[in-house]
């Protein structure tokens, strides 16, 4: 809101303090203020400061109450853009992370809209856990006071794309909601979808609400998603690279990289357990593969919806995805093409996702080679998405700049190398001293605990990025909490990510413990789980006195295999039965004391 | 000081002063256990921790690092590559077939290198052996009776022994006595058994009546040498014993103590030096004078300046006469005149052979000791493949050379077929090349300075064009090259010395002669290839013109003038 309109009545400030702020808000420009936004918000946030809270206001009719339920930030974007809008409309909106919502509100609800993602094999993400849990529960009762719309982001690659948002939507159909508009089911390019979904479902909403013009002021607990920074996914902040520097040893089966990106004067700031999103170009050698086998003209000129008139060559570096593959690709490129045995293909979803699993645009392309226009590629493909990538660092430690551990995609396959498009990027196209477009999703779901709290954390692979992050955060926070952590990969000469440097944090103390599982440098595969099992009972004796559990990295598998190796714990070493077990750490999860990044 | 005192101790002939910190780790390593298990367990760094690092020296190993890699690993963030060379014990570096299929195979699939180095302590080392190899590497050793306990530390090591195939009964009862002085000077703690054997702890109040609980002041070194035939060194030695033979049966030794050539770059306090003729010894007296040889050092040796510690310091500390009588009075027999002996030459004799027992032996060259398959030349499996039918034994040689000894009439052409199907008997190898010589160095010695291994082809073959070029292409200068003043390849023996100063630099010594009986001289001060090969070029162009009949290059550089003769090191190795 503009500072001009600030007054001591609408604010918590005294009139002086508003005539102060005013005077020093009019000499910043809008990057400082941006800044001292960002910097405030943190600053009132370290000291604890409760924001007020919302549990009153859901209760009240004309409010929209809003929940996202966000893995990578999306949901929670394309909610905080509703809650723009709806306020737009001079509707009162209460914007909630739905891990925070209580349950036993619902009741009481009669807006809702809830902006879901859905993560591995069908699950709610770990925000929304207790909330699926409870609404397909027995505690869940008859809600026909309620008007609702869910909007469900996916992945369709997948095979259970948008599930979350299928579940909620007939669950609370079931329970006898009132389904004010059809789910919208979205793919990864999903701004069109989104805005037009949105557009929809406030002009069923609006005539329901009343018009709050004179509204009491309602505090979102959602800080803003920017933090203060003029910079955000809609606009990156074009930051420089300073390091990339290959952290697997000469022999390595993986090449990881250590990435250092300058966040200098951008305002961007971030916390450990925040990711950074990354925009990258595609390989223009890839493009040009793609344009000499499809015979396309790079200068033909095609029309995008983000861009609109641009070459098909720049299309293809700069806007389109290449390098992830997705079922709507081969719909429509087969459809294009009019290549019958790969719509046969398409149309078998579990034929198209087993054909898509090592394929490559270009694979495709290569395989069923035929004609299309430079548009009809163009519309086969669909919206490059920036990649996100956990924050390897803490401000306290690197000040302006920001880490990330790239594990970069490469492999052979069909008689050639394919690599990953934004970790290809990252190691092999960009230059230290380059360009890269970059900005922070915040991730409130993945946080540090109270500096005495101990913790352990599970990162195998690329998964000990936020640790590192956390290890530099409390190590200059002085935090006496006991940190434990869990590492593996295949080979410990080769693959030991940050090994100098957790060597050092347990020579200092920093690290409590530090428990390694190099799976292949013995006949019999030995992986984290296995290490935290062989250590139960010192892991639950932690987990009594208050730790926090850590889990970063795979989460098709490995994040499962910790968690059944916690569950076996608990009833080894603590007693419980299995199904007592899996309720602990479902108590934890609420309790936000196990909490997952997982990719 | 904390030392078994059987024999009254003159604290006047002893250093006082405070002690370095490798007596605080030896005394306190519980008999050189250390913590040493629990660091085996230790999964977060490939290394050695603590005391740790310099006690698993005493078990036969050194921890090392891939050095090639060492600044591309820091920048991975990933510590150096730790991984541990192995000296195993070989008495005389006899090693039976099967004993070298098993080491063959572990080198193989075991060892970041893959090779299988002969070295000058007449044994083999595996290079490059990681953490969770190291206690599988000595069962595996156990298993084929071989050890590694004490061949390097503070302690007695390897004892070597000429390899004299033709003087076989000679050879046999030398080499029976270099077994039996390795046995009885070894340590007495059963922790090598222990740490590395899983072998039970017994409860035992141990001691070391011979070594001391807090071993000795430095490292320890012992040859049994049958003359002429000096390939040994014995003036690279602590302690020599030189074989007398009446009839072709040994009869006793003349004892030579106090050689060793290790020295320190800048500190004029440190100079290789001869060995002293103590005179001559029975046979029944052989262990009571190496034990006492050893006590009298342990006793007696500098434990303030580790780079004083060594025997040839001692000697020169306390006087030839005081140490050797103080070495009869404990063993309680003086010694007798020295008898006479000759040293002609030290190369090994390369080809075939006839003992005088009517067996064929077949001594091979093998640059730099390296057995490995090379693109061109698979040695490694050559000599794994002879391995396979041989009858007789392998003998190491102390120049890094391989003896297959033992072999029948008529199994000679199969063997011969075998070594020269792989490589392993090249005629074309020139006399210059046989009697080159390097230490391991790069990039697994973590003292090196230079390169040493990697560079000797190299410089010989351009030596060689050198020799070609002024008519001699069929001479040779005694050749070797060291990465560091350590010693290990006994450059401070040679004609032509080089010692690593820096990478690319070198000291350049002359004077050594071909029997091994003199050191060398600096001639060239830290100076690159360049000047080495110009200054070797002017003096092997003086010496094809102006030498006498016969005379070596060693001999000549010192007749002439070009450096003078070391006589007495003390006084004018740095003079």
Redesign the interface.
Known sequence: MPFASLNALTSPLSAQQVQDLQKLVSQLNPIQQAWVSGFLAVSAQAAGAQLPSVAAASATPSVLTILFASQTGNAKSVASKLKAAAEQLGLNVNLQDIASYKTNALVKEQHLVIVTSTYGEGEPPESAVSFHKFLFGKKASALPQLNFAVLGLGDSSYEYFCQTAVDFDTQLTKLGANRLQAPALLDVDYDTGAATWQAEVLAKFQPLLQSTSQAALVVSSVADSAHGSAFNKQQPFVAELSVN??????TSTKDVR?IEISLADSGLTYQPGDALGVYFQNDPALVQAILTATGIEPTSVVSLDATGEVTIERALIDSLELTQSYPSFLEKYASSTGNSELQKIAADKTAAREFLATRQTLDVILQFPGSLTAQQLADSLRKQQPRLYSIASSQAEVGEEVHLTVGVVRYDAFGASHLGGASGYLAERLAEGDNVRVFVEHNDNFRLPDHDTPVIMVGPGTGIAPFRAFLQERDNAGATGQNWLFFGNPH???D????????DY?KRGVLAK???A?SR??AQKVYVQDKLLAKGAEVWNWLQQGAHFYICGDGSKMARDVHEALVQIAVNHGGLSADDAAEYFEQLRESKRYQKDVY | MTKPTQYPINPDLQVQGALSDNERLKTQSQHLRGTITTDLQNEITGGFTGDNFLLVRFHGMYQQDDRDIRAERAEQKLEPLHNVMLRARMPGGIIKPEQWLAIDKFASEKTLYGSIRLTTRQTFQFHGVFKPNIKPMHQMLNSIGIDSIATAGDVNRNVLCTSNPVESVLHQQAYEWAAKISEHLLPKTRAYAEIWLDEEKVETTETEPVLGDSYLPRKFKTTVMIPPHNDVDVHANDLNFVAIAENGQLVGFNVLVGGGLAMTHGDKATYPRRAEDFGFISLEHVLKVAEHVVTVQRDYGDRVNRKNAKTKYTIDRIGVDTFKQEVEKRVGVAFAPSRPYEFTHRGDRFGWVEGIDGKHHLTLFIENGRLLDYPDKPLKTGVSEIAKIHKGDFRMTANQNLIIAGVALADKAQIEALARAHGLLEDSVTEQRKNSMACVSMPTCPLAMAEAERYLPTLVTHVEGILAKHGIAEDHIILRVVGCPNGCGRAMLAEAGLVGRGPGKYNLYLGGNTAGTRIPKLYLDNVAEAEILATLDQLIGRWSLERNAGECFGDFVIRVGVVAEVKISKTDFHA
């Open positions: 520097q290959k952290i697997t040893g000469r250590h410990f000469t080769q030991f990510l940050y090994q100098v440097e957790l060597q347990l530090l428990d390694v190099f440098d013995q």
